[in-house]
């Protein structure tokens, strides 16, 4: 038999394929996206082009619209200020009118800039809203391809599989039929051995072929899924960025945007007007709550906004936060993260928060306040005034005109604006009839109708009478001063406490200008009979209850402005934010 006629077949057993369906994205629920899914995706981007444009027409004749009422406002600003400039009476009731008109306009411009500036950011948001969607339904749709490429390359693979199968077969028989030649050595098995081997080479060929498609879509698929995963990793960086902002805002205070932290156990009362979630803290820790929440201004109640809320909720129990909430945020009374769960408070906490709870937030931003019994004034950044008739509510009502620092007593008011001019009122009432007094002075006091202030190069002043502009100078130097009157008849007792620009403390009775030397550094003092409160540059409090001795005993909290009447006192901290206590020295 002659073996060298029949040719040695070598049939490849394995697909030659690197590509692995696990390393690329799963098919995508559904049916495998079609040949016009480039088309669909072209049509999603340009109807999302359609609504930007529409929304960039809609912005411009919204703008329109807020810079024509900008202009009608300020026309009846104007119009209001005429009005009253013919009933004024006095040349400083003018300028009164004038600079409330100057104020209100700046204002309304203000307030029309901010919109403007409000309803781009807003249309921009909603613009890259639009282009973030079209992305996203870009990304699908790339997925979706992806998802059918690697179908398709799966496909192929078995195909090539089968084929291999059927040439392994092919082989099998023509291997037989050659033993079968070789043995018989008739011709007819020659001539079948031989079409076994034709059919076996064919088969062969089927297998690199089939190999050869494989490949290539595996290489295809792998292609489109790293485009796709591309695309899908622009879109999770973007929405990353976006989700940051409010995850942001509630980084400071150690929470999270979002209020759903389960199981919890809501504490009730709530907290109505806090501004500050660091105060909400505090009280939850007062209540042994380990989670407290801050609703923001933009609650769309009235009822809630400014206001804390309190869970107990067990250490295991987490949040991850909700980054579309720009109102509410949550965070832990003791230690821990929402994210990993908040500690239970110790009940050492607890006895220590309840044992000196005396400080109660008041809603509201002011730089200085004085308090007068029932009452309250105050002064804001911007120099505005507000006021009040009670202590425990937050409704300020504002006063007309400019002070950077106010003064009150009983119902009368002293201040300086930021010019130093020096300026009175008898009553408190949002229309205050303010007077100009004569002189120069950065900040003032009055009492039982003494007044006494100090100007910019630290000289001290006093005079009797509310109404005059008979300044008398003391001896020393202050940079600060207070004045109070003491005894039955207040008018035969007042006394001035103040400290110098080095924070030292001086006392002297009578308004006589004989210094004593107090105990202690303070940058601001306010004293109230026989009461005295003040603090330090490390806004530290102190208060004592004589004006002799310098045994000050300090309070909690930080303020960097206080004002006393008897036990009571109101405050300023560094963030302008307002706090009131019912009785200082319990």
Sequence with gaps: ??????????????????????????????????????????????????????????????????????????????????????????????????????????????????????????????????????????????????????????????????????????????????????????AIDKKLAAEKAKLARAANAKVAAANAKASAAARKARAEAAKAVALKNALNKVNAKLAGVQFERAAPYGAVPGYQIRPAKHMQPDKFGVTDPNVCKALARARGANVWGHRNASHPSAKYRNSCWFYKSPPSAKYAGNKNDKIHMIGCSVSGNPKTGCTAVPPKAVAKAKSNPYWSPIGGKLKQVSISGNKVCGVNSADNIYCKTNLHASNWYQVHGKLKHISLDGNSLYGVNSADNIYYSPNMSAKAPWKQIGGKLKQVSHAGGKVCGVNSADNIYCKSGYTNSNWKQLPGKLKHVSVSYSGKKRWKFHSIYGVNSADNIYYASKMSGNWKQIGGKLKQVSHSGKNVCGVNSADNIYCKTNLHAGNWKQKSGKLKHISISGKRAYGVNSGDNIYYGSNWNR
């Design 1 to 186: 038999m002659e073996s060298n006629k029949f040719l040695k077949i070598k049939i490849i057993l394995y697909i030659k394929m690197d590509f692995n369906p696990m390393m690329a994205p799963p098919p995508m629920a559904g049916p495998a996206a079609s040949k016009k899914g480039g088309s669909t995706t072209l049509y999603i981007v340009l109807f999302f082009l359609c609504v930007i444009s529409i929304m960039a027409g809609s912005f411009y004749f919204m703008n329109q619209s807020r810079a024509a009422k900008s202009a009608r406002d300020v026309e009846k600003i104007q119009a209001e200020a005429a009005s009253k400039m013919k009933d004024a009476t006095s040349d400083f009731e003018k300028k009164q009118i004038q600079a409330d008109a100057a104020e209100k306009t700046r204002a309304a411009q203000r307030k029309a800039e901010f919109t403007g500036k409000e309803a781009a950011l807003e249309a921009r948001a909603k613009g890259k809203e639009a282009q973030l969607k079209a992305l996203e339904a870009k990304v699908n749709s790339e997925l979706a391809a992806a998802a059918k490429t690697v179908k398709s390359a799966n496909a192929l693979k078995a195909k090539a599989a089968r084929e291999r199968n059927a040439a392994a077969k092919r082989l099998r028989e023509a291997s037989a039929a050659k033993a079968k030649a070789d043995a018989s050595g008739k």
